[in-house]
């Protein structure tokens, strides 16, 4: 299969909605072009590459099995997980702004706001990522999520659901999560929101795991499935992430981190994250006057994890 291109925004207008001082409101951004995917529907050689015992073409079971045909793969009742690389000029915008408002003393602390067992963790003001250009990346970043979800969401109904549709998005307050070892994020969901999103900007050399048939949990970002599993799917993902890595997920999806360790005396020890929750809309519901799917807006400036 052949990898869905992640677009650069394309923004045609905006759209003022919302209470106007509350910091849930901003701008929703409306895009007018579809987001370019190459090749949803996969065309698979049905063909096992295990050779047993009933592969053997003399056994009369198996006279037809190579055989070309479409298949698609239907999942409308899970969410996946986005995993993609961040473009270097934004991962380089990215730490650039973080480093201001680390440095700032008047920063907002939003750990209140958190469930992080974790003493730096404060809030970026979105006007940083608009003067830098970098919030449209991220709100087409949700389109995409949002459009890949409701391809598989409402495959019964529909062939490409979601590029069907247009959507408009809406990044809730971004926040730093500066870890240092020792420190944690319980499994937790967000709140008040649709979608989340994480991307990592610093990641420090970490002592080896004290077990070296796991070795890649220390600092590893946990994802828990709602499911058991089985000789075909797994209960959850740990991924112990590199620099650039980016994730969208649902609100909804459990996620925490695991603590690290770093060597006696090391220097830089930070494993800088920025984390950001976000809002969605069909623009038809949205020009209907219907309200957000499944979430309360009521809350959602808290940006509760
Ligand atoms: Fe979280």
Known sequence: MKEKEFKPPTVSRSIEVGDANSPASNQYQAVTPPATV????????????????TRNEENPVNKRTDITMEIELLQPWSVPVLKAKLP????????????KVLADPNSEDWGPNLVGQIDKELA????????????????????????????????????????????LAEMLVPWIVSQHPGEFNPVHEHSGCHVSAVMYLKVPEMLPSKKAHRPNEDGAIIFQGPNISSALCETGFTYKPAVGDFFIFSAQQQHGVYPFRCAEGQQDTERRSVAFNGLFQ????????????????????????
């Open 282 to 305: 069909s623009k038809s519901d949205f020009d209907n006057n219907r309200g957000l799917e499944q979430t309360s807006r009521g809350n959602s400036a808290g940006a509760l994890t």
């Open 124 to 167: 970026i003001p979105r006007e940083m990522l608009i003067d830098t250009d970098v919030m449209g990346f991220f709100l087409e970043g949700i389109r995409t999520f949002v459009k890949l979800c409701k391809n598989q969401q409402y495959a019964s109904l529909t062939k490409e659901a979601g590029f069907q549709e247009e959507w």
């Open 38 to 53: 190459e090749g949803s529907t996969p065309t698979v050689e049905y063909s096992s590459p295990v050779e047993t015992s």
């Open 88 to 99: 270097d000029d934004v991962l380089e915008t990215m730490i650039e702004i973080s480093d």
